[in-house]
């Protein structure tokens, strides 16, 4: 560990901590090609050994005569009870398979919520109306504009109409226009795109962590589509930015006890009435980060619905840290000093998002990874306990298991981080670093945009699988894992129509054109605050 002191215009000191780098796993693996041939081996390794046995009873097949086939009939004749008992045995199995199997959860469609260009904010106006509020000094205001500056968020997001105001008007009424212009908005556009009736939906999740009014959102909804009186309706608080993937194991579970019905789920968080008007730097980082966005997805178990269903829902992992004190407390809803509210962020948060995210992935990995990965890791895994030897650990290669990332556009280090420490490829990241540019932080329903923005690419075809992943206040990591069941186009309405071909944008060569530092220190000092080195919650696992 190394340490620096920076001095910044005569502002207070700060200490930066340059945690250990991991080491480069990629650079240990020479043989790239032998191991996708491995790869290859193991899991096609029960159809390799099925061809020679295919292949000898068919021989077998083709050497009987008449006269053995008449035996061999004469033989079922005189053991007809073994047969019928035999057939009765397997029906009966049949039918209880059947009727235990989990139901298929099919994802229709779903749509993102996309603002009126009004709303659009710019780094020189968010700038100009913090200032005009007059709540804020001038060591804050440097702050938010160098948070600005590296945060990845580009010109064009978007902050609600309250906001734009001077001064702002955070109030409840204000909070509930934002609500319902971001909510009704997914829900008009994707009852518009499935031809779906409200009057059909049967299950109704809504998940917002820091607007729960009374009556809830999800009452909102219902009185707004005049949904039936019978309808499963829940509503989610306080849950963070992972509360979306939560939303759909809930939904799903809903869908497993009843039978052929729809679910609507719902995402969103509202900045109206949490925004921070203090000074405390932990405090203002939400602030230059959180945008508005929403989504509503379309879930159903209908057998019907899988030919027009774009995915199928094959895992939810969650992982919750709760039970930890630090871990509760890293995101925390609070006053300041002077009883301004706001979200403060512990220094530990990086150290505690990184061990939940090695026990999601721990536990997901069985589930998707290949037998050849699982070989290795366990091989590597054994050699070192048992023979005590200097072996690199195994990282399992989850591009094998996953053609497509959506990694909560939470901030731009964190989507670095899990960049370099799951091996993945610019081209993996590209949908979270995009979405962090165009719309920024909108929570729980980040990993919506991302999944739109893929789509509008033109990259998911039939069979693809993608991994959606989420952190949240708790603490909280949480995994959603979808099949493509054809090649996906966007829905029409989509967030992307209007701007896909300007994108991908090269976020780093805009920022060195316009002269700017590569590594400010004085932001660098807070941002690790957020989102650390992974290295000490792997090293440390």
Partial sequence: MSSESVDHGGAQNIQIHQGRRLPDFLNSVNLKYVKLGYHYLITNLLKLCLIPLMALIVIEASQMNPDDIHQLWLQLQYNLVSVIVFSAVLAFGSTVYIMTRPRSVYLVDYSCYKAPDHLKVKYQKFMDHSRLTGDFDESSLEFQRKILERSGLGEETYLPEAMHSIPPRPTMAAAREEAEQVIFGALDNLFANTNVKPKDIGILVVNCSLFNPTPSLSAMIVNKYKLRGNIRSFNLGGMGCSAGVIAIDLAKDMLQVHRNTYAVVV??????????????????????????????????????????????LVHVVRTHKGADDKAFRCVYQEQDDIGKTGVSLSKELMAIAGGALKTNITTLGPLVLPLSEQLLFFATLVAKKLFNAKVKPYIPDFKLAFDHFCIHAGGRAVIDELEKNLQLLPV?????????????????????????????????????????????????????????????????????????????????????????????????????????????????G
């Fill in 428 to 540: 993996h990241v590209e949908s979270s670093r995009m979405t962090l540019h165009r719309f920024g932080n909108t929570s729980s329903s980040s990993i919506w945009y991302e999944l739109a923005y893929t789509e509008a690419k033109g990259r998911m075809q039939k069979g693809n699988r993608v991994w959606q992943i989420a952190f949240g206040s708790g603490f909280k990591c949480n995994s959603a894992v979808w099949e493509a069941l054809q090649n996906v186009k966007p829905s029409p309405s989509g967030p992307w129509e209007d701007c896909i071909d300007s994108y991908p944008v090269q976020i780093v060569e805009m920022r060195l054109k316009k002269g700017l530092e590569l590594e400010p220190l004085l932001v660098q000092a807070h941002i690790q605050v957020i989102f650390k080195d992974l290295n000490n919650a792997f090293s440390n």
């Fill in 267 to 312: 995402s969103t968080e509202n900045i109206t009435q949490n925004w921070y008007f203090g000074n405390k730097k932990s405090m203002l980082i939400p602030n230059c980060l959180f945008r508005v966005g929403g989504s509503a997805v379309l879930l159903s178990n209908k057998s019907l619905d899988r030919r027009r269903a774009k995915y199928k």
